[in-house]
Nanobody, 127 residues
Framework: VQLQASGGGLVQAGGSLRLSCVASGRTFSVFAMGWFRQAPGKEREFVAHITWSGGNTDYGDSVQGRFTISKDNAKNMVYLQMNSLKPEDTGVYYC?????????????????????YGKGTQVTVSS
């Protein structure tokens, strides 16, 4: 599975950005897609995931209520709408995908990541 993210940029605190990711290749085998981020000097952090067929979602605690993940199966795309952005949201955002089945409510992807990652897109939030 190949993933290409876009939509990053520079925004002031309190603003919004929408990230997009298009998947190609073995998309028929994908169970879930998601977003992770990494700030300089910090470990990769789970942001959100969505299951490809059911549309079940999960969010990291730091973005809950501010970010929304969505998908368009026909276009093989996943989106991340980011509102009320904070300087601590700054980082490189990576689109991700995984083929394994994970039960609803499981924190597997949040704890262990996903199998496939695309090149990241930079998000910078100024104060």
């Amino acid at each position: 599975v190949q993933l290409q993210a876009s939509g990053g940029g520079l925004v002031q605190a309190g603003g919004s950005l929408r990230l997009s990711c298009v998947a190609s290749g073995r998309t028929f085998s994908v169970f879930a897609m998601g977003w992770f981020r990494q700030a300089p000097g910090k470990e990769r952090e789970f942001v959100a995931h969505i299951t490809w067929s059911g549309g079940n979602t999960d969010y990291g605690d730091s973005v809950q209520g501010r970010f929304t993940i969505s998908k368009d199966n026909a276009k093989n795309m996943v989106y991340l709408q980011m509102n009320s952005l904070k300087p601590e949201d700054t980082g490189v955002y990576y689109c991700a995908a995984d083929e394994r089945f994970v039960p609803y409510g499981s924190k597997y992807f949040a704890n262990y990541g996903m199998d496939y990652y695309g090149k990241g897109t930079q998000v910078t939030v100024s104060s």
